[in-house]
């Protein structure tokens, strides 16, 4: 299993050939597990550019598995946490990427992403494993 972030999913549905969506397709052919959180999922949902595509992607992304916070107070205070550490290095980050990496940590899958804000939350998170 594993855990896709919206910017591989993005290049996937434009059809773009990219290394992190050659992944991405092995992994749903060999039928590996391709997870996403209701923060992907929304923001998804936000790049429809039709009611045609804001359709297609709710069909989907229905038959895909979503990975959740564990707890809804200590998984927020842990991505703050990894916003805090990143700041303190001067890395700036996105807030919601903060929030799909501490997921991913809790869930204990690797990321699949082409976001270099996950290089930079990886770099104070050891336990945020990459693909």
């Given at each position: 299993m594993i855990l896709v972030d919206t910017s591989v999913w993005i290049d996937f549905v434009r059809g773009r050939a990219t290394e992190a969506v050659a992944r991405l397709r092995e992994v749903l052919d060999r039928g590996l597990g391709a997870c996403?959180?209701?923060m992907i999922y929304q923001e998804i949902l936000q790049g429809a550019d039709s009611e045609?595509?804001?359709r297609d992607f709710c069909v989907f992304f229905s038959?895909?598995?979503?990975?959740?916070p564990?707890?809804?107070v200590?998984?927020?205070?842990n991505a703050a946490r990894l916003y805090f550490e990143c700041r303190r290095k001067g890395l700036t980050i996105r807030t919601n990427d903060c929030l799909i990496?501490?997921?991913?940590?809790?869930?204990?899958?690797p990321l699949?992403?082409?976001?270099?804000d996950f290089e930079s939350i990886a770099s104070v998170a050891p336990a945020l494993k990459l693909s």
């Open positions: 996403l959180t209701s045609r595509a804001f038959g895909q598995r979503f990975l959740h564990v707890d809804p200590t998984s927020h205070e990496a501490q997921i991913a940590i809790e869930q204990g899958v699949l992403h082409d976001d270099r």
